[in-house]
């Protein structure tokens, strides 16, 4: 198995942010309708900055591994910076190719976050 791999289990079994903020600002559900995989995030935005951030869910190991990466990636960026993350970045996080199927199910994060973000005023 290489580094890629061990490191994707590794947030699967383990994952980061993971739980439920009780003061988070927004609350963002996803699914992915195909395979099952749900998400919710919580995130506690403070001015322009994402302060905390975690997240529930369930699904494969590719989707909970994303969503573990995503969280530690976006703490202390600005909303304008995670605005602008694009599937590349799912990936690049991830370290491996996916196909169509695989990466529907790693972009689950960035769609449930990006979504949350838009809740926000003055951001669109």
């Known amino acids: ?14 994952p980061h ?18 395979c099952g995989d749900e998400l919710t995030f919580y995130l ?5 900055k994402v ?3 975690s997240f529930e869910g369930d699904g494969c190991a590719i989707s909970q591994a994303a969503a573990s990466m995503l ?7 600005k909303l304008t910076e995670i605005k602008i993350f694009s599937k590349e970045k799912i990936i690049e996080l991830l370290g491996i190719d996916l ?17 949350a973000i838009k809740k926000l005023p003055n951001i669109s």
């Open 44 to 48: 506690q935005v403070d001015g322009e």
């Open 17 to 34: 942010h993971h739980g439920k903020i009780n003061d988070a600002n927004i609350t963002q559900k996803e699914r992915n309708s195909s």
């Open 71 to 77: 969280t530690d990636e976006i703490i202390g960026k």
């Open 99 to 115: 196909g169509p199927t695989r990466l529907k199910c790693a972009l689950l994060s960035l769609q449930g976050i990006q979504q």
């Open 1 to 14: 198995m290489d580094l890629y791999q061990q490191e994707i289990l590794e947030h699967f079994k383990h």
């Open 51 to 53: 302060v905390n951030v």
